[in-house]
């Protein structure tokens, strides 16, 4: 398998790198193309389009070293040593804990503070000063390194130094895309902390590898479950299998009251619209009102493991899984 990749690497950087160097073709009355460029010239643009810019001396470097061989290098990062950049972000520890991990740490003790302050409202904080002493003492409860905003902030510095610093431009560039293309809000929610995870164990591992793939591996993360709500989307009770909104019914009555009014009833047509308008076919691809509520209802059942303790990855719940015929795009 090795050397089949390497000979399509090959094929690829030549492609690219024709395609780069190449002028378009002109009818006969057209003006004359332009003269050709010379090889630093092509570097320079190779490395506007391929990577974040060329640092000084590194275009006469890929002109030296020849272009195609740089493509083909840039498409098996793998092969690229990079231990330099890995050592500059091995001190943000937010990059290496799972999913389950920054939530019990950075996401669960916000909301059990919000919790409790709800609580205190309800019960009626006697005067100002008794409330203001009250979210002081939450406040103090979280201190700043353990709170949601680190996971951010260490993602971006990370982010920016490997823009700045890695030899493996092209992946950084293709990790750049397809956060972009597959866009989650860490405004939203425990967002704020699943996004480390998104892009280290979704998105970086596929950026060079088949669109299928990286899709489905979205479609499943715990950030865009919460994002776009699909988490949230189960059957309508007449759509759910034989006996499960009484399984539902019985599980219910150990929900606080107070969340009840939270758990999802019924279908959720956010993810199914973005995965065809944005994600998949486009907007103006044909598809109609009717295709976005049959895929949700493919997709019911899609959730957030929540068993234990936090908040893990991917879980399919069958009971509140649309097990009835659906019709999407014809099919």
Do not use: C
Not at 6 to 23: D, V, Y
Not at 204 to 213: K, N, Q, S
């Amino acid at each position: 398998m090795d050397h089949l990749r390497s000979a399509r690497s090959r094929r690829l950087a030549a492609l690219l790198a024709a395609l780069l160097s190449s002028s378009p073709l002109r009818a006969a009355d057209s003006p004359p193309a332009p003269a050709p460029v010379s090889s630093l010239e092509l570097a320079r643009h190779v490395l506007n389009r391929l990577a974040y810019g060329p640092r000084p001396g590194e275009a006469e470097a890929v002109a030296a070293q020849g272009i195609e061989r740089w493509i083909a290098l840039q498409l098996a990062p793998e092969k690229i040593d990079d231990s330099a950049v890995r050592a500059r972000i091995a001190g943000f520890e937010t990059l290496r804990l799972s999913d389950r991990e920054l939530y019990e740490r950075f996401e669960k003790p916000l909301r059990d503070a919000r919790a409790m302050m709800r609580k205190a409202q309800e019960k009626g904080v006697p005067d100002e000063a008794a409330r203001e002493q009250t979210v002081e003492t939450l406040r103090r409860s979280i201190p700043p390194e353990d709170r949601p905003r680190r996971v951010l902030e260490e993602l971006t510095a990370s982010r920016l130094i490997r823009a700045a610093e890695s030899p493996r431009q092209l992946e950084e560039i293709l990790v750049d895309f397809w956060m972009n293309h597959f866009n989650v809000d860490a405004r939203k929610g425990p967002d704020r902390v699943f996004i480390a995870s998104f892009e280290r164990d979704v998105v970086r591992p596929r950026v060079l590898g088949r669109f299928e793939d990286l899709l489905r591996a979205t479609a499943k993360s715990p950030a865009m479950l919460w994002y776009l709500d699909n988490a949230r989307s189960v059957a309508e009770p007449q759509n759910r299998p034989a006996g499960a909104n009484r399984r539902i019914e019985r599980a219910m009555r150990f929900v606080e009251p107070e969340l009840r009014g939270q758990m999802p009833t019924g279908l959720n047509e956010n993810y199914a619209r973005e995965l065809l308008e944005l994600h998949t076919l486009g907007v103006d691809a044909g598809y109609t009102q009717a295709d976005v509520t049959e895929l949700a209802r493919v997709l019911t059942g899609w959730g957030i493991d929540r068993r234990g303790s936090g908040s893990g990855g991917f879980q399919y719940r069958p009971a509140v899984h649309d097990a009835k015929e659906k019709h999407v795009l014809g099919h």
